[in-house]
């Protein structure tokens, strides 16, 4: 047993709250009680190793900021739920996967390469070449489920899907 090695009622809790937000906002975890549980034990190993829920099937940095889009839950989460019926971890699955009307198959890697990464956080511009920075307010995108939203800052919690303050990038 290591340092980082959470305890079985440590995985019970946050398996029952994952899988209460999950239901309160119209997602599903996986029914595989044992994956899920697995999957629940790597969110809480990374936890103590980084000080966040990485998502357990990523290489994680350790630099939260590096690592924001694959907090759990990832920012690719409802792509790959539309597109694959299940995220990339399959944590979370689709309606269709639950009652077994979709199996569950796999899911590719979206994340991009820190390169692109990169080039995607540079600034927005007009179709003229110029920056859209004339609006009276910034608008502000949660990673996790696109809400948009315009305001000096970003909410404290986005009203969808629940991300923290620190899942917003400005968008314009």
Known sequence: MTD?????????TLYEQLDREAEEMGYHLNP????????????????????????PCRLASGD??????IICPCD?????????????CALYVSGEVLTGERDLGPVPERRPSPEEREKAARPLSAPSGETLSSLPYPVWRCRVCGY????EEPPGVCPICKAGMDRFERFI
Do not use: I
Request: net charge negative; glycine share 6%; proline share 2%.
């Open 32 to 55: 595989d009680l044992d994956f899920t549980r697995d999957l629940a034990r790597g969110l809480l190993v990374n936890e103590k190793r980084y000080g966040y829920h990485s998502c």
């Open 76 to 88: 690719y989460r409802d792509q790959d739920l539309n597109e694959y019926g299940a995220c990339y």
């Open 148 to 151: 948009l939203c315009a305001r």
């Open 4 to 12: 980082f090695e959470p305890s079985s009622e440590e995985v019970e």
């Open 64 to 69: 939260r900021d590096e690592d924001l889009d």
